[in-house]
């Protein structure tokens, strides 16, 4: 069963005993346990009815109590466990009794970030109840997702609104649903059409502007711009483990870009290849061409390096991250020479 299926069982009142929810996407993930919870337990028979769990703080022994309760002055009790990633392969054994033949009267509902699903656990479970994955969206998902939620506000964009919003915003959808409520309370009840001026005057910049502008002024060789940047990351809350992650991520991104340059694939290809939204290919494009093969395996060496220096503590996280970023510059001007 996948997300749109078990939001179609609930709404239409066929609520499975046991319910497995997992994946990345905490953010729809969390959307679909309101929505099952909505759907078990009334609000009203909350109190004596719904009981929420930890694997991380919670026996087994406790969840097994409450699901083994018949509900109180109500058709169904709801029992959520939370982190079941935490459980042992001796908890999920004890667990599987249960698992094996459930109460009719009793949801129950785990939640876990990541799951192995050849395991014998995850196999019964199937057999007796649903388990069903929450995908971090893609970029090119982001765009739909919005004016999906902007409909459901009574908004609309303009093409080039939805771009600059996307642009802005990222993929946390946490953050997605933040900004979009915030421009649509801008706009009011009267304005129904979400235009460029409206995203612009609302919708705040997230880190990934800043990492497209970091990863720029390393490529044009602009120091003083990029430890600035990197200053100002730190500033807005950004780790520094956090920073060197995004950058990881956003130079592997582009060594794909290069690589696919390099063998002549097209934009159109890339974008599908690489799992860029077409509004960031451009750049994406642009910043890839400033690096070569050489310069992307010293930078991914730097990558390595920095990361055990962070972790280790050997000194101040901000001066090794100015450090970094230094080296970093030096390999674009060491590119840009070459050419």
Same mark, same amino acid.
């Given at each position: 069963?996948?997300?749109?299926e078990l939001?179609?069982?609930?709404?239409? =009142?066929?609520? &499975?005993?046991?319910?497995?929810l997992?994946?990345?996407?905490?953010?729809?993930?969390q $959307?679909?346990l309101t929505?099952v919870c909505?759907?078990?337990?009334?609000p009203a028979? @909350?109190?004596?009815?719904?009981?929420?769990?930890?694997?991380q703080?919670?026996?087994?022994?406790e969840?097994?109590?409450?699901?083994?309760?018949?509900p109180?002055?109500a058709p169904?009790r709801?029992v #959520?466990?939370r982190q079941?990633q935490a459980f042992?392969?001796?908890?999920? $054994?004890q +667990?599987?009794?249960?698992v094996?033949k459930? +109460?009719?009267?009793?949801?129950l509902?785990?939640?876990?970030?990541?799951?192995d699903? @050849?395991k014998?656990?995850f196999?019964?479970?199937k057999k007796?109840?649903?388990?069903?994955?929450?995908?971090?969206?893609? &970029?090119?998902k982001?765009?739909?997702f919005v004016?999906?939620?902007?409909a459901?506000?009574?908004k609309?964009f303009t093409? *080039?609104g939805l771009n600059?919003?996307c642009? !802005?915003?990222?993929?946390?959808l946490?953050?997605v649903i933040?900004?979009l409520d915030?421009l649509?309370?801008y706009? =009011?009840?009267?304005?129904s059409?979400?235009?460029v001026a409206?995203?612009?005057?609302v919708?705040s910049d997230?880190?990934l502007?800043? #990492?497209f502008?970091?990863? *720029?002024a390393?490529g044009?060789?602009?120091?003083?711009?990029?430890?600035l940047l990197t200053?100002?990351?730190?500033q807005?809350?950004?780790?520094?483990?956090?920073?060197?992650?995004?950058?990881?991520?956003?130079?592997?991104? +582009?060594?794909?870009?290069?690589?696919l340059?390099e063998?002549?694939?097209a934009?159109? $290809?890339?974008?599908? !290849?690489? =799992?860029?939204?077409?509004?960031?290919?451009?750049k994406?494009?642009?910043?890839?061409r400033k690096?070569d093969?050489a310069?992307?395996?010293?930078?991914?060496?730097l990558f390595? $390096?920095?990361?055990?220096d962070?972790?280790s503590?050997?000194?101040?996280?901000?001066?090794?991250?100015?450090?970094g #970023?230094m @080296?970093?510059?030096?390999f674009?001007?060491?590119?840009k020479g070459?050419y």
């Open positions: 069963m996948n997300a749109t939001s179609r069982s609930v709404a239409a =009142g066929k609520l &499975p005993p046991l319910i497995f997992y994946g990345e996407e905490a953010f729809l993930l $959307e679909a929505e909505n759907a078990a337990v009334a028979d @909350r109190d004596f009815n719904l009981d929420q769990f930890s694997a703080d919670d026996s087994v022994d969840v097994l109590e409450a699901a083994y309760s018949y109180v002055f169904r709801c #959520i466990v079941a042992n392969a001796a908890q999920y $054994e +667990l599987l009794q249960y094996k459930p +109460l009719d009267s009793t949801c509902v785990l939640c876990a970030e990541k799951i699903k @050849r014998k656990f196999t019964t479970f007796h109840g649903e388990l069903v994955e929450f995908k971090r969206l893609y &970029p090119d982001i765009p739909f004016e999906r939620r902007a459901e506000r009574g609309r093409a *080039d600059l919003f642009h !802005r915003v990222g993929t946390n946490t953050e933040a900004e915030k649509v309370s706009c =009011g009840t009267d304005e059409i979400l235009d409206d995203v612009a005057a919708v997230t880190c502007d800043s #990492i502008d970091l990863t *720029d390393v044009s060789g602009a120091l003083s711009k990029a430890l200053e100002r990351l730190q807005d809350g950004e780790h520094p483990l956090m920073i060197l992650a995004m950058l990881v991520r956003h130079f592997r991104q +582009l060594w794909k870009v290069q690589a340059l063998s002549g694939a934009q159109p $290809e890339i974008c599908k !290849r690489v =799992g860029i939204n077409p509004y960031f290919a451009g994406t494009i642009a910043q890839a690096f093969t310069a992307f395996v010293a930078i991914f060496e390595v $390096e920095l990361d055990m962070l972790k503590g050997g000194g101040q996280a901000s001066s090794l991250m100015q450090q #970023i @080296r970093l510059v030096a674009g001007d060491a590119v070459h």
